[in-house]
């Protein structure tokens, strides 16, 4: 069962590497082969005779932490192209449905339209890749999940060139309102099956990697954000627009972990940590603002606002990683139980018998003790001469 284990998570790193690809891919590639190389030797050692017990627990010990390597670079990688890739699944949609509609002259508008196609129909086989990515890894413990991506993923690409077919109609008859109709039925049944993806991807992710990614992403956009605002406004309008957009992600995420809690005080600082994040979000928007339109009362205004909230994610993050900690190994020497006091008190000795047969020691002829200094052992003394003498006439009598 142990090897079949191992094997497992071979496999899900082989299908990983080959799927990603890259730098990454080759990572994880790598790490698979030091796994199968250490479950070999591993293997070796199991069947050599000669082999001491502290050598077979050290190969054991080292393909453990060779393959919880593996299975770290594996999960964080899925994290890491959820947050990236799911952050925004409808603004390629909004934007290819935009162009479509734009009043510009025929040459231009299809030129337009054409380029925003290509980019939604890349976000549509992204999120479908990272889906499959996510089937490879994150979906051992539930088998109707794995099933359920396969059957949306399917579904978002059947959907995705009926998106752009019905666009390219809507881009040339705009004033058509039966075109604008079945537009906008095509990228509901579209929008419906990439929020279906999202949800069953997201149960692939542990939350707690989700929140080490978003808040690194948040971090990095933010910083981003601070950076432009100075040179360029409006791009580092467009990194706070995904720092809001992340932001909501973690609320989403937040909301479902709440969900599954009972009241505990975990439960009471995870929401006090969800409404200051909340409001820290909001506080950006408007600092942002106010910064674009030259209000700001105090110049590190917005500087402040992503700070906070990059901070908030934070807080929700080690909230969360400290809940789930693994508990502390019991110790190898266990001390035995404590036994119960009995409160019975002890039993009695038993009480000597007498009996005929024990020696006397009392000796006749011994001087008698002093009958000045000790007259009491004088007087005892001289009573038991006399029963010993009487003692001794009735049994000569009776001879």
């Known amino acids: 069962a ?64 060779a393959i919880s390597d593996l299975k770290k670079a594996c999960n964080d990688h899925l994290a890491a192209k959820v947050v990236d890739t799911f952050v925004d699944i409808t603004g390629p949609i909004m934007e290819l449905q935009a162009a479509a509609l734009a009043p510009l002259p ?17 976000h549509a086989e992204q999120l479908c890749r990272v889906a499959e990515i996510a089937t ?40 058509s309102e039966s075109a604008k109709e079945n537009f906008d039925l095509v990228k509901q049944q579209w929008v419906t099956e990439a929020v279906r993806l999202r949800s069953d991807v ?18 990095e956009e933010g910083d981003a954000a601070r950076s432009l605002m100075k040179s360029s406004p409006k791009e580092a309008v467009v990194k706070v627009a995904t720092v809001q957009k992340i932001t909501n992600r973690v609320l989403e995420v937040t909301d479902a972990e709440l969900e599954n809690v009972g009241e505990s005080q975990y439960k009471v600082k995870l929401l006090d940590h969800r409404a200051n994040l909340e409001k820290a979000i909001k506080m950006a928007g ?15 205004a ?28 019991l110790p190898e020497d266990i001390p035995p139980p404590l036994e119960e006091e009995d409160d019975t008190p002890p039993a009695r000795p038993p009480v000597p018998v007498d009996s005929d047969e024990e020696e006397d020691s009392f000796d006749a ?28 006439q009735v049994h000569g009598g009776g001879q």
């Open 2 to 65: 142990g090897e079949k284990a191992v094997e497992d998570v071979i496999d899900m790193a082989d299908a990983l590497s080959k799927n990603i690809g890259g730098e990454v891919g080759a990572d994880i590639a790598a790490q698979k082969a030091k796994v199968s190389d250490l479950l070999k030797k591993l293997q070796d050692v199991i069947d050599d005779p000669k082999a001491t017990p502290e050598q077979k627990k050290a190969a054991q010990e080292e393909l453990k932490a």
């Open 106 to 122: 025929p040459p231009e508008k299809a030129d337009k339209f054409n380029s925003r196609a290509a980019d939604f129909s890349l």
């Open 136 to 175: 490879d890894v994150g979906c051992d413990e539930d088998p109707h999940r794995h099933d359920n991506i396969k059957l949306s993923i399917e579904a978002l690409r059947d959907a995705t060139p009926l998106v752009v077919y019905s666009g390219k109609t809507l881009s040339l008859n705009a004033e």
């Open 202 to 219: 997201d149960k692939c992710v542990k939350p707690t990697d989700f929140l080490v990614e978003s808040e690194r992403k948040v971090k």
């Open 286 to 300: 408007v600092a942002t603002n106010a910064h674009i339109q030259g209000k700001a009362s105090d110049p590190h």
């Open 302 to 329: 917005f500087d402040k606002s992503i700070t906070e909230v990059h901070m908030n994610i934070s807080r929700i993050k080690d909230e969360m990683i400290g809940f789930y900690l693994p508990l502390p190994p």
């Open 365 to 392: 002829t011994a001087p008698a003790p002093d009958p000045v200094q000790a007259p009491i052992e004088h007087a005892a003394f001289k009573l038991r001469v006399q029963a010993e003498a009487g003692d001794s």
